[in-house]
């Protein structure tokens, strides 16, 4: 029997994303679409607010405001904000329907438009069932502990795998599962799978924990079981626990609901599927605690995403693991209705909770066709064609890359879809950017004296991990290591590293990436030139993940030996010409480079653009972990 006790108005949200002093983005979900009326108690603040509506169920309807300003907004002041939506008793406001993301002593939440990019929060890579504890609620301690407007970081920046949509916790799938039904998220048909539909998927025994099984069983969809579905293991770095991989658009949708709100945790009720076998069962059991661990947090991190205006960028795991490493992966994923369809539809659930509000004109389009298909849905279900053709259409969409006009500007780059593939074997990884984004990344950086460019992986890598990735490339194994970094391809490699040589381009570049599991700081500087652009390469990962523990202490204390500044390996790496200096954390105990905990960087700079001080948050409660200025070599 289903459940009929009414639904709360709002299930996810308000989430402060894009935030310029004329103009603030708010995403939210309803169970309806909602009449929000948006209110700002400040003087002389006068407000007009474009509601976008786009349904991706009977019962679930994303929504975006745009929010703009007649007059731009003060800076560095508390600006109080509400949302009205309309009751039975009359307008109430979000401490009526969402008295968690209020801060004791507080009627409503609110917000700081930073004069200058003077700090800000950043991170990756937060996958809840990790036994780590959760990074975001890092953000939300701080903002508790602000006594000033002034304090407040200007953004909190997450730059990749803010889902895993390839690597999900059974109890997680079936509290999706439950959130479908509840909300009645729309079907759809699926091709190429020994399932016709998604309530065929949702009912088949093999839906846990299992499906690889529903792959056709034919030869030539090996690789394909393998990358999608297989749990193949990599023997270095990770391992991949694919088989619960997600699926349909209706399970990504339900999925960012889940990580982002504990309102949808209280209409689900979640047991264990009955079919599992016994060593599934000690998998389930298993990972229930650290997915009910994930959910205790969540008040917290939607308080913190409330107050603290958000920005992304996909990195892998948004879609899928290795998304389009190689030209042959590419080959292989696109060329099969069903994987085409598995990563299309994680695609465009990030289009919708994540991408749009980032740059939501340069979306315009494609939300638009979004709306008119879920408007379709609503009529008669999810049009088997026409979600092709969307997915067609994002696929080859040019604009997830974004600017922020801040100071100094903030230039987040698309790492994943602009790709420049190998010309010397479609096995080997391509590079991060091609050739006509790179030269677009170095006409935006034209004549800046300084900038911040957010790329999901480093830049400036752990060179004794690039070079064994490396080795496995050239033996035609890039897959089982993860073989994604800037030099691994070396058009990209050269284009980049001639960028920041540019003489118009900026004397100070600060890099931020995420990706890799583990943080750390470089300064770097071009060997022999004497008016060197100043470089810091500072990264922060995972949110809530972490490296395996004695893999990487060995990684940096190998890489710390052969590659000293003075070892004759430095002459076969790609950056021979620039000179990297590490920062040592400050809770390292034997000269450790790599800090490895989950939690979230901050980082404060100065008028000129510089770093003048690099933090990691721990989110097991430690104090934070500074990386001071390195001594120069």
């Not at 093999?206 to 690889?212: H, N």
């Not at 030269?439 to 300084?450: T, W, Y």
């Not at 653009?609 to 097991?620: I, T």
Request: with cysteine; charged share 20%; aromatic share 8%.
């Amino acid at each position: 029997m289903s459940d009929t006790t009414p639904l709360p108005q709002v299930l996810a949200g308000p989430v402060l994303r894009r935030l310029e002093p004329t103009r603030l983005a708010i995403w939210l979900v309803g169970s309806q679409p909602l009449q929000a009326e948006f209110i700002m108690d400040h003087p002389g603040v006068e407000a007009s607010v474009d509601c976008q509506v786009i349904p991706v169920g009977e019962r679930a309807f994303v929504h975006l405001l745009d929010v703009r300003f007649a007059q731009p907004l003060p800076v560095d002041v508390q600006l109080d904000y509400d949302l009205l939506l309309p009751s039975a008793e009359g307008p109430q406001g979000i401490a009526a329907w969402a008295p968690h993301l209020l801060y004791p002593g507080m009627s409503s939440p609110s917000l700081v438009v930073r004069g200058r990019l003077e700090q800000l929060l950043h991170g990756s890579c937060r996958k809840p069932h990790h036994p780590a504890a959760d990074g975001l609620l890092c953000a939300d301690r701080l903002l508790q502990a602000c006594t000033r407007p002034e304090q407040r970081p200007a953004l909190l920046l997450m730059s990749g795998d803010q889902v895993y949509a390839d690597d999900v916790a059974g109890p997680m799938l079936r509290a999706i599962h439950r959130l479908i039904e509840r909300l009645g998220l729309f079907g759809e048909q699926l091709d190429g799978a020994l399932v016709a539909n998604s309530d065929e998927l949702y009912r088949h025994p093999a839906c846990y924990y299992r499906r690889a099984d529903l792959l056709p069983a034919l030869e030539s969809n090996e690789s394909l079981r393998e990358r999608f579905f297989g749990g193949t293991r990599k023997p270095i770095f990770t391992s991949s626990n694919a088989d619960n991989h997600l699926v349909t658009f209706a399970e990504v949708m339900a999925m960012y609901l889940l990580v982002w709100s504990p309102v949808p945790w209280t209409l689900v009720r979640a047991s264990m599927p009955p079919e599992l076998t016994p060593k599934r069962q000690a998998r389930y059991h298993q990972e229930q605690p650290l997915i009910e661990g994930f959910v205790e947090g969540l008040a917290g991190v939607a308080r913190a995403l409330a107050h603290l205006p958000s920005l992304m960028i996909f990195d892998d795991h948004d879609i899928t693991d290795d998304w389009n490493l190689s030209a042959q992966w590419e080959e292989t994923a696109y060329g099969h209705p069903f994987s085409r369809r598995i990563i299309g539809n994680a695609l465009l659930g990030y289009l919708l909770c994540q991408g749009w509000g980032n740059d939501p004109d340069r979306c315009r389009e494609l939300v638009a066709q979004c709306r008119q298909l879920g408007e379709q849905a609503q009529r008669q279900g999810l049009d088997h064609d026409a979600q092709d053709t969307l997915i067609g259409k994002a696929l080859q969409f040019q604009g997830w890359q974004f600017e922020l006009p801040s100071n100094p500007p903030l230039l987040v780059l698309d790492t994943r879809t602009r790709r420049w593939r190998s010309e010397t074997s479609l096995r080997r990884p391509s590079g991060l950017l091609d050739w006509e984004a790179l030269s677009e990344l170095q006409q935006a950086l034209l004549d800046h004296p300084s900038a911040i460019i957010v790329s999901p992986a480093p830049i400036f890598g752990v060179k004794l991990i690039e070079s064994v990735q490396q080795v496995f490339s050239w033996l035609g194994c890039a897959l089982l290591v993860d073989a994604e970094n800037w030099m691994a391809h070396r058009g990209a490699a050269q284009v980049i590293l001639n960028i920041f040589r540019h003489s118009r381009t900026p004397g100070h570049y600060v890099i931020l990436s995420g990706d890799v599991h583990y943080s750390f700081v470089y300064e770097v500087r071009i060997r022999h030139r004497q008016h060197s652009p100043h470089l810091w390469q500072i990264t922060s990962s995972g949110i809530k993940n972490q490296f395996p523990k004695r893999l990487l202490d060995t990684f940096d204390r190998l890489n710390r030996w052969l590659y000293a500044p003075r070892s004759p390996l430095n002459w076969f790496t790609k950056r021979r010409l620039m000179e990297v200096v590490p920062r040592t954390p400050s809770h390292s105990q034997a000269g450790e480079r790599l800090w490895n905990s989950a939690g979230l960087g901050q980082v404060f700079f100065n008028e000129q653009g510089q770093p003048e001080r690099v933090l990691q948050h721990n989110a097991d409660g430690r104090p934070a972990t500074e990386f001071p200025r390195a001594e120069q070599q």
